[in-house]
């Protein structure tokens, strides 16, 4: 017989252990073979006559055809909002409110064919789908609902107004719960949105069209126009808009600022991001370790406020490492309606490329590579969870945002040099903290240059808690009371 | 015997709480003054007096800026007849020194007003507090000259900012004596920055600075879209005036942090 073996001693096998598949059914959602755009409360064929697939990044096969919205489609729709807008301000604010309760309750009934609709477009887990972004995106119109007639108890003294028509941009990262953090303030506060969805996830957003006339919202209060990224150029660009509200890189951030200077639109922005995830020699080492798996693969590590750069105190940094390694191990990697799925498909191509060429830097600059043995899919776009080791700052893995499964591991000896060295970077969403110790956690926290610190936790979100970047990372808030001020004016 | 002859003024920069010429040793005639003309090579240095100033204000409690604020409405006031001389007068200098004493009282009440604690949906403790921005480029506006001043640059400083004030060609010596009283005040140097010169060659240095978190355009005229276009290579916050006298003036040159904490056994 042979010895029992110590506990803690059981060998991971190579690629993680064998789960039996545990497939969500797809049969809960069916996609219509082209989707035109949602214009004034109604479907309408584009005037561009351009359409272009939008494929599964599992597998690679289309799941149905959308509009590509040329500059016609878009002043349509502006001029529609526009329209909804008279209407929808003489509204009561407490019947405002009603519409968004009724949407949040339709996203609650609709939630697992919203999330099957989800990962199959956008290629992340279900789990996150069905846990994550759809409960998510109905508490957030929830909880604005009841914003809807209580504005002028949001802003003592001062008299809140709705600013009109607000051109909404968001990313293919958290699709639906992005339409929602845009859609459900501006809506409360008496605004009508012009929404366009990214290129390669347009699909729940137009399930929401749906959503949108069940709720009964009147026309034109909701429109959405999908296309690439010249039709977001050509909503920017639009006569008839009063604010615009951007989430998506840094890069196209600062054009879109560029765009609007001298034009009096408000401009709120939720750009891009490169956390620091700081563990301290006295942390609680397991949950650091889930928090940083959490940090850094929670949806394919596409997150802005992931946090990509661990720094780890230099006393524990082996013993971080190794449990690390071990922990990425069990991560499965595949089917992203597989529930036992934990990382799923890369969301394109064009993103498995930069993530890819920024992995080649790392290794060329010098940086220690360590991915787990895992078996990825022959179809489709996939990348292993990876971690660097060794990383100096000025790496370019240590630097720019990668948006993918990727953490460059850095090293402090002082809470001084983590606050030095986590602040050095031009971006500021977010930071995580762990220390057992209370005063350390609350003494790094004002420090960070950073719009959201997780103390001993990480990737939290709520509709009530404000989100948002100091520096690069952009400015405004979403979420919470602050989320209001975004759209309103006061007089 | 001669009558006495009176001592001038030199009107120069306020950089880093000092008072030097411009590194550029030039001047510009104002109304019989040599007022100092700064060059970019100012502008920077101001910026980073700044940067430095920013550090020691912002770390200070918020009831010590407050009474630093308060302070500096002490010293005002006994500078009333030389604020008088160079703004409409000494009405315009009473409506200044009161939005001192107005906006000193903020400092210690914004993270109230501004932040609040979040009940969100899962066993967290979460907190949002407004934090200063850093550091604030002002182009101050020309009308009113003191008032007008005061009002761009109090709610930058009430919220714990630096700021590098582009005076108004129109009335330089304004943002001057203003300068001095915040030199007597216990205000840390660098904190308040002031330059005088032309304001085309000086606020695109500031607007395109790397190391400037803010801008406030409220005094910048036809220049507003080409400032902007320049702010935006660093996502600067561009603020304008909104409201005469409100903590969300302060607001707007204010980052919000939110915190979470766990709550557990």
């Not at chain 2, 203003?178 to 606020?203: C, H, M, Y």
Request: charged letters at 25%; a neutral charge; proline letters at 6%.
């Amino acid at each position: 017989m042979a010895a029992v073996a110590k506990k803690g001693d059981t060998p991971v096998p190579a690629g993680g252990w064998d789960y039996a598949p545990a497939p969500e059914s797809r049969d809960i959602v069916s996609f219509e073979e082209r989707y035109g755009l949602f214009i004034g409360g109604e479907e309408v064929s584009p005037r561009s006559r351009a359409w272009f697939p939008t494929v599964s990044p599992a597998t690679e096969e289309p799941l149905a055809e959308v509009a590509q919205a040329g500059p016609k489609d878009v002043a349509l729709a502006v001029d529609a909002a526009r329209e909804g807008f008279e209407a929808w301000r003489a509204w009561k604010p407490s019947e405002r409110a009603k519409v968004l309760f009724r949407i949040a309750r339709i996203l609650q009934e609709r939630a697992r064919e919203l999330a099957v609709a989800e990962s199959l477009d956008g290629g992340k887990p279900i789990k996150e789908s069905r846990d994550v972004d759809i409960p998510l995106a109905a508490a957030h119109f929830f909880y604005y609902a009841g914003w809807a007639d209580k504005l002028e108890y949001a802003f003592p003294g001062r008299r809140p107004r709705p600013l009109g028509v607000a051109a909404q941009i968001v990313p293919w990262n958290f699709p639906l719960l992005m339409l929602a953090w845009k859609i459900a303030p501006a809506l409360a506060c008496g605004n009508t949105v012009v929404l366009k969805p990214a290129e390669t996830t347009p699909l729940t957003a137009l399930l929401f069209a749906d959503v949108c006339r069940q709720a009964q919202v009147p026309p034109g209060v909701v429109n959405i126009v999908t296309g690439d990224g010249s039709t977001g150029a050509h909503l920017v660009r639009s006569d008839g808009i009063d604010k615009v509200a951007f989430t998506g890189s840094t890069e196209v951030g600062k054009a879109i600022q560029r765009e609007l200077a001298g034009r009096d639109i408000a401009l709120t922005l939720e750009l891009g991001g490169k956390a620091a995830n700081i563990v301290f020699d006295d942390c609680a080492l397991d949950q650091a370790v889930e928090g940083i798996v959490n940090g850094i693969y929670f949806n394919q590590g596409h997150v802005c406020c992931a946090g990509s750069r661990l720094l780890v105190q230099e006393s524990i940094h082996d013993q971080l490492v190794r449990k690390l390694k071990r922990r990425m191990a069990t991560l499965r990697v595949g089917d992203p309606l597989d529930k036992n799925t934990d990382i799923g498909a890369i969301n394109s191509k064009a993103q498995l490329d930069r993530i890819t060429e920024l992995v080649e830097a790392g290794t060329e600059e010098g940086a220690e590579i360590y991915q787990p043995p895992c078996r990825l899919p022959e179809k489709g776009w996939w990348f292993a969870p990876t971690v660097f080791t060794g990383v100096a700052q000025s790496h370019r893995i240590a630097r720019e945002e990668i948006f993918g499964p990727v953490l460059s591991v850095l090293t402090f000896r002082t809470p001084d040099e983590a606050v030095e060295k986590a602040n050095n970077t031009m971006y500021g969403l977010s930071a995580g903290v762990w220390t057992e110790k209370g005063s350390r956690i609350l003494w790094m926290a004002d420090r960070m240059r950073a719009g959201v610190v997780w103390g001993n936790t990480f990737n939290r979100f709520d509709p009530a808690s404000p989100f948002g970047g100091y520096k690069e990372s952009g400015f405004g808030r979403e979420g919470g009371r602050h989320g209001l001020e975004a759209y309103l004016r006061f007089e | 015997m001669s009558a006495r002859l009176p001592v001038r003024k030199t009107y120069k920069l306020f950089i880093g709480g000092a008072f030097p010429r411009s590194e550029s040793g030039r001047t510009l005639d104002h109304e019989g003054h040599n007022v100092a003309r700064a060059s970019r090579k100012d502008a920077r240095d101001a910026v980073v007096a700044a940067r430095k100033g920013f550090a020691a204000w912002s770390s200070a409690t918020a009831y010590n800026r407050g009474q630093v604020l308060y302070r500096l409405a002490e010293t005002m006031e006994t500078r009333q007849a030389a604020l008088a001389a160079v703004c409409s007068g000494r009405r315009e200098v009473a409506r200044a020194i009161d939005r001192v004493v107005w906006y000193a009282g903020w400092a210690d009440k914004l993270a109230q007003v501004l932040g609040g604690a979040n009940p969100v949906a899962g066993p967290y403790f979460n907190f949002t507090l407004p934090e200063p921005t850093g550091v604030v480029a002002v182009i101050a506006p020309d009308e009113p000259a003191l008032d007008g001043l005061v009002a761009r640059v109090l709610p930058a400083l009430a919220g714990g900012n630096a700021v590098v004030v582009v005076a108004s060609e129109a009335h330089p010596l304004a943002a001057i004596e203003l300068a001095e009283a915040v030199a007597t005040s216990d205000v840390p140097g660098g904190v308040v920055n002031v330059l005088t010169g032309l304001r085309a060659e000086l606020a695109p240095v500031l607007a395109a600075h790397m190391d400037v978190n803010a801008i406030d355009v409220t005094g910048a005229d036809g220049d507003v879209a080409a400032l902007e276009i320049l702010a935006a290579e660093n996502v600067k916050r561009v603020v304008r005036a909104r409201e005469d006298r409100s903590p969300w003036e302060v607001g707007a040159f204010m980052e919000l942090k939110t915190v979470w904490h766990p709550i557990g056994r």
